[in-house]
């Protein structure tokens, strides 16, 4: 029994499931509002193939590492996040993913409901002007373009993360960002390194 919509979808609650089906006992939902699926179709973004990630790591490390892993899957991307947090988790997508088409939707199904419609650059600026929104929060980001990115696209992404990263890190961050394969990323990764 819940009073929040489709709680299930993050929340620990498939443990009450798991008890019920335990127990034999009949378990049955009658779908409420629930934000992940909501704040993907007001994005606007592709809402044919997505990945629900919960919520993102606090820390920055653990969160590159998840949006990495995450950025694997050519989808659009869902992760809860909390107001203090949004702007480091708006960096660490942007300098994980690259400059995508994203959304940050908040206060779902209530008053001050609000999608913002943007880049993750022109989302960080937003955000860096006005400080943290209030409220719930769900960021969706959209899948990668289709069209590979040029050699010096990806030197310029390399270049950006080797200045924060180590080259193993650096690579494979721009190699999901890109689709590039990871061998080649890897091997130029090396070279910029070497030449600074």
Known sequence: VSDAGSPLISDPGYKRVQAAVG?????????GPTAPVMALALSGLPSDRFLFGG????KSKARRA???EAARAPVTLIFFETAPRLLESLKDLH???GD?????ARELTKLFEE?????LPQLIAHYEQTGA??????????PPEEERASKQDI?????QALDRMSVKDAAATVAAATGAPKRTVYARALQLAVET
């Open 115 to 119: 999608v913002r419609r943007e880049s």
């Open 133 to 142: 929104p209030k409220g719930e929060i769900v960021i969706v980001v959209g």
């Open 155 to 159: 030197d310029t992404l390399l270049r």
């Open 55 to 58: 919520f993102l790591p606090a």
């Open 66 to 68: 998840a949006i990495v």
């Open 23 to 31: 127990a034999e006992l009949p378990a049955t939902i009658l779908p």
């Open 100 to 104: 995508r088409k994203a959304a940050v």
């Open 95 to 97: 300098a994980v993913l």
